[in-house]
């Protein structure tokens, strides 16, 4: 299972981006899904970088894509606050443009993105599993 | 990522090229404000040639819509905005908050 460890600054996301799209590519899937998926990592990514490593120096976090049968399955695991995104109110999207509100948009897109998302907390630290079947 | 911008009398075209994720985002946003901190709320963004955008993105381009719609003194357009961008923008719900044109030269004429 190909596990990288990133450095928890925004500079890798092109990086992270990069290895879901090898993998996703390498297991069939279309490149309008592929995109889909950078997304959804991107995001998830930027979550752990942005709040649970928030004032945080030197940190890391690792990501681990794999194929099992047609599904792809994508795991961060990061040891900083927890987050739990299922708490994240899902944004009122037909909120006029003053009272858009753009918190919690990151979230909302990879639950929209990917077919689940499951977040756990633990002393091992948190760990975010999403996963997207092949079309 | 790589921003240009071509000043016309009555609006400014910003060109976006490449990729405006978390890393990119404050140099997008950056440019946008050296349009609107220069009095110009008149904007059409040609998102031709980008080829990635995450909500780091979409925010940029909330908070400079928000500035130049006020007191009604400008407008931000989208022009040819490519199908996979314009997807999330339809999931974020942010299609309904700009007009989107498949031609730029429409979109700097409805400014």
Redesign the interface.
Known sequence: MPSITYPARFEFLDEIRDMVADIARAGGFSEKTIYSLQLAADEAATNIIEHAYAGVKNASFSVTCEMQGDKIIIMMHDNGKSFDSSAVKEPNLKADLAKRQIGGLGVYLMRKLMDTVHYESSKAGNVLTMTKRRE | MEVTTQEFKHCDLITVKG?V???TAPQFTKELEKATNNGRYKIALDMSELE?M???G??AL?AT??NC?RYNRGEVVLARVP??IRE?LE???FTE?FRTFDDTTEAVGSL
């Open positions: 990729r994720d978390s890393s990635y995450s909500s780091a979409f925010r909330l819509q928000r719609k199908d996979r999330a999931l974020a719900g908050l």
